[in-house]
């Protein structure tokens, strides 16, 4: 693994992707960087692989473009694999945007988000709207979710909708307009440097899935904001690298969400909720799988 990029341009801004058999996307993605801000070329862009089947599709497609390419030696899951990117960047960056390679950055998106960073010392991240392909915006920014909140979503959202719980979760996305938010979805998200570094970056404890929410609680206990800048838009044009182990994916992610919750609700008073929490997402696991 390389330990270190080259800072021959002293990069300022750097844009880090994790590819996991996301070659087809790749070059979309890495194209629409370079539009993405005025630095242009100047935006150090690394794609961390995930020991992809299709790396070597996936080395040549980055380097042609004249990104970085890491190879992270196994699969690593989502944060880490940000991590062992974010490891690689030289001291002059400032600014970093994570982002899944299946999106595409609007021209002068990355600016955008840059400029709203710079404008409150106390901004910790910064997202942007996040367009689905029809043109839908996907609820990016979310409320933190709460223990009873959580339970209440495990249990009911897939037979009952329109729940209270699974309402109140999402109800920050139903705002309009730049705002201050409980966490930002980590299919796009810029960050300060300096707030990665005293947090220590994504916790790698998860492999997928609430690695972005779990990032935007620690940066709000911190003191620090997560913005939601809508002036700035990308759009998500693919699907999940691993949609063909769906069933997989939904375990991990009652795992992950179970993991969260009982992280953020650790006293040991708490311990009948945590297990009506691991039983409600067990059921739901169940129904679903």
Known sequence: MTNEIPNRLAPTLAVVTVSYNSGHHLATFLESTKQASALG?????????????????????????????????????????????????PETVRYVLVSNPDVVLSPGSLDVLVETAQSN??????????????????????????????????????VWPSNPWTQRYHQEHAATGTREVGWLSGACVLFPRDVLDDLDGFDSGYFMYFEDVDLGWRIGRAGYVNVYQPSAVVTHVGAHATRDSSDAMRREHHRSAYRFLSTKYSAWWLWPLRVALRAGLSIRARLHG
Do not use: I
């Open 121 to 158: 010392p106390r901004t910790g991240a910064v997202g942007p709207a996040v367009l689905e392909p029809d043109g839908s915006v996907y609820p990016s920014a979310r409320a933190v979710p709460s223990l009873r909140t959580g339970l209440g979503h495990a249990l009911f959202a897939n």
């Open 41 to 89: 070329a100047g935006v150090l862009v690394v794609v961390a692989d995930n020991q992809s089947t299709d790396a070597d599709a996936a080395r040549l497609t980055t380097e042609s473009a004249g990104a970085r390419f890491l190879d992270v030696g196994f699969n690593a899951g989502y944060g880490t694999a940000a991590n062992a990117a974010l490891a690689t960047l």
